[in-house]
């Protein structure tokens, strides 16, 4: 069976964000990369396979997929359900909860603070410090949520690594890129959480993909 590609750079936490799912799915998959400055994301091919021209885009087959998250489902689907606990609907529900909190409170806050420190200063674009610091405060309450969560757990959603997890990789290795990385320091299961996926194979694929470029 041919590889699955993944389209996009692995400057894009979006992108790698589905490497680490794939890494830990143990999925044969090619990175096709795609060059953001000759308008190669608003060119025919790469719409057919992705109509907001944005990155990732996964090829499997026939299929064409977006949206990185669901890309990852996908992926745990076919390849490792066990990352998703699919055939147990507690613990499957509780993967569903901490991929949407991942997505619509851990990022939402992370996101903008990545963008500011990281991308605009190298587009020649100025950093603006009241978003930078309305986002660590709002980033600040919800660790705090994490902290509480993951004394009582040792991953998000249970005893186990989930997709929940995962999907917080890449981004947070670009947030500690930022010189903002230390407000994890005073969330110590949050951290330990973090030094334990750090460890993990995946997260070190990662990190030699987008070191390069660091």
Not at 40 to 50: C, D, T, Y
Not at 107 to 119: E, G, N, Q, R, W
Not at 149 to 176: M, N, P, Q, W
Request: aromatic share 8%; charged share 20%; with cysteine.
């Amino acid at each position: 069976m041919a590889p699955m590609k993944l389209y996009g750079s692995p400057l894009s936490w979006n992108v790698t964000r589905c490497v680490v799912v794939m890494e830990e799915a143990d999925v044969e998959y090619e990175i096709v990369p795609l060059n953001f400055g000759t308008g190669e994301l608003e060119s025919p091919e790469h719409l057919a396979r992705n109509p907001f021209g944005q990155v990732p885009a996964l090829q499997d087959g026939d299929l064409c997929l977006w949206e990185s998250r669901a890309i990852c489902k996908y992926v745990c689907r076919k390849n490792k359900p066990e990352l998703l606990k699919q055939g147990d609907l507690s613990e499957s529900a509780m993967v569903d909860v901490w991929l949407e909190v991942e997505s619509n409170q851990y990022s939402a806050a992370l996101d903008p603070i990545i963008l500011h420190c990281l991308i605009f200063p190298k587009l020649g674009m100025a950093t603006d410090q009241k978003v930078v610091e309305e986002n660590l405060e709002k980033l600040k309450k919800v660790l705090e949520v994490y902290e509480e969560r993951l004394t009582k757990s040792k991953y998000l959603a249970g005893e186990y690594i989930s997709a929940a997890d995962l999907c917080h990789v890449a981004a947070t290795l670009s947030f500690h890129a930022t010189p903002h990385a230390s407000v994890f320091n005073a969330y110590p299961h949050v951290k330990a959480w973090w030094t334990g996926l750090m460890a993990r194979p995946s997260a070190q694929k990662v990190i030699t993909l987008i070191k390069p470029s660091s």
